[in-house]
């Protein structure tokens, strides 16, 4: 059975950082694309960023130049370093992987973690 467990999360005030966390109990993660998207209260789920099997990125406009993403094929872990946080980053922030190509479509991923809570304060 395949889990992410997301860490990381928490409250803090705009201006801060934090380091989101996902490790993966894939058996071949460095062949999956993953990704972190995330939900704030009444509003859908939207990306946020990805990262490829060859290290390729994406991320979307709000987060561009603030957030960056990694990975440690070594430790099945992605990363997700938010910078410069403002109170609409607030949000449930999940981490997904998919076995195709990474993309910024939430119907591409297979697996999804259960979601880590990411609170930014004014």
């Known amino acids: 059975q395949v889990q992410l467990v997301e860490s990381g999360g928490g409250l803090v005030q705009a201006g801060d950082s934090l380091r989101l966390s996902c490790a993966a109990s894939l058996r071949t993660f460095n062949t999956y694309a993953m990704a972190w998207f995330r939900q704030a209260p009444g509003k859908g789920r939207e990306f946020v960023a990805f990262i490829t099997w060859s290290f390729g990125k994406r991320y979307d406009d709000s987060v561009k130049g603030r957030f960056t993403i990694s990975r440690d094929n070594a430790k099945n872990t992605v990363y997700l370093q938010m910078n410069s946080l403002k109170p609409e980053d607030t949000a449930v922030y999940y981490c997904?992987?998919?076995?195709?190509?990474?993309?910024?479509?939430?119907?591409?991923?297979?697996?999804w973690g259960q979601g880590t809570q990411v609170t930014v304060s004014s």
């Open positions: 997904a992987a998919t076995s195709a190509s990474g993309s910024p479509s939430s119907g591409q991923y297979e697996y």
